[in-house]
């Protein structure tokens, strides 16, 4: 009878803490995303560039996510990568809700 009664609470955390673990996984990659666009950044004067490899970074799904690039033109400088990317709970227990997923990086500019 208790069997009964727990099991289906132990489903939905199973499921409850894939989910969260899916999440993890696609924040970090929009970490190394603007990670990579920041170093993009720092080598090369075009911003066009760095957004690029955000969206290369970021693979499929790149196109809903609002990268903003600001490179300072003095050697030095840190040169900053801004993304922000909706992601969607896939879970419909949960309402297939969005939560958003933010990443800021910056590296010198070296030339």
Known sequence: ???ALLLPLLAVLLV???EVAVV?????????AAREGARVAATTPDPAEAVA???AA????ADEARISVHRPHVVGEPARVAIVVPHRISIPLLGGF???LRADAAMRVER
């Not at 970021?58 to 799904?61: D, E, I, N, R, T």
């Open 98 to 100: 969005k939560v958003t």
């Open 24 to 32: 993890a996984r696609a924040q970090l990659e929009v970490a190394g």
């Open 16 to 18: 409850v803490i894939a």
């Open 1 to 3: 009878m208790e069997l």
């Open 58 to 61: 970021l693979g499929p799904g």
């Open 53 to 55: 490899a955000v969206r």
